[in-house]
T-cell receptor
């Protein structure tokens, strides 16, 4: 399967714990995005990487959130000191970025986080 | 707010009927995309229509874009039970810097009754 993969698919944690999610984009896609989706809502943009550079961050991404893409391939999203309000589906997407035009973003299956 | 709005929020039809969902937005856009999401799953890309296009087809899907009205519609013809899902429109708007983020509507929950 050459689609976007995310790990883990589900994570249950206690409030105050740290969690880390991983995203592997489609091979050779140089753009990678993180979104958050709460129940009954559409996804909301969190952050975006062009290769290893983090080019944009949403105001939703508080100081407790950090994302990295160290080698321009896979990415990690860490949430420190989790709060119940962090419970959501965290979606990763990638796009080829072969042209300067906006292009199709392909999404992974998501990581569902439950904070108790 | 730059969020897209979708209408209706929920739609229930009989198998074989056509389903139409609408999306409106407030800013100038580059592209508009439609995605499908089955319950608790990731999003599946359906179709992308660029701001200089007016209509696009893909199998049983037909998407229109009216930039003067800042609206788009998704038509699914000859619906099937497997089409039951939530459908989201998403757009990225024209910006000075390369804003690659998609802005999603709240989605239309489509139920196809056998």
């Amino acid at each position: 399967d050459t689609g976007v993969s995310q790990d883990p698919r589900h994570k249950i944690t206690k409030r105050g714990q740290n969690v880390t999610f991983r995203c592997d984009p489609i091979s050779e896609h140089n753009r990678l995005y993180w979104y958050r989706q709460t129940l009954g809502q559409g996804p909301e943009f969190l952050t975006y990487f062009q290769n290893e550079a983090q080019l944009e961050k949403s105001r939703l991404l508080s100081d407790r959130f950090s994302a990295e893409r160290p080698k321009g391939s896979f990415s990690t999203l860490e949430i420190q000191r989790t709060e119940q309000g962090d419970s959501a589906m965290y979606l990763c997407a990638s796009s080829s970025g072969q042209t300067t035009a906006r292009d199709t973003q392909y999404f992974g299956p998501g990581t569902r986080l439950t904070v108790l | 707010s730059q969020q897209g709005e979708e209408d209706p929020q929920a739609l229930s039809i009989q198998e074989g009927e056509n389903a139409t969902m609408n999306c409106s937005y407030k800013t100038s856009i580059n592209n508009l995309q439609w995605y499908r999401q089955n319950s608790g799953r990731g999003l599946v890309h359906l179709i992308l229509i660029r701001s200089n296009e007016r209509e696009k087809h893909s199998g049983r899907l037909r998407v229109t874009l009216d930039t003067s009205k800042k609206s788009s519609s998704l038509l699914i013809t000859a619906s099937r039970a497997a089409d039951t899902a939530s459908y989201f429109c998403a757009f990225d708007w024209l910006a000075i810097q390369g804003a690659q983020k998609l802005v999603f509507g709240q989605g239309t929950r489509l139920t196809i009754n056998p």
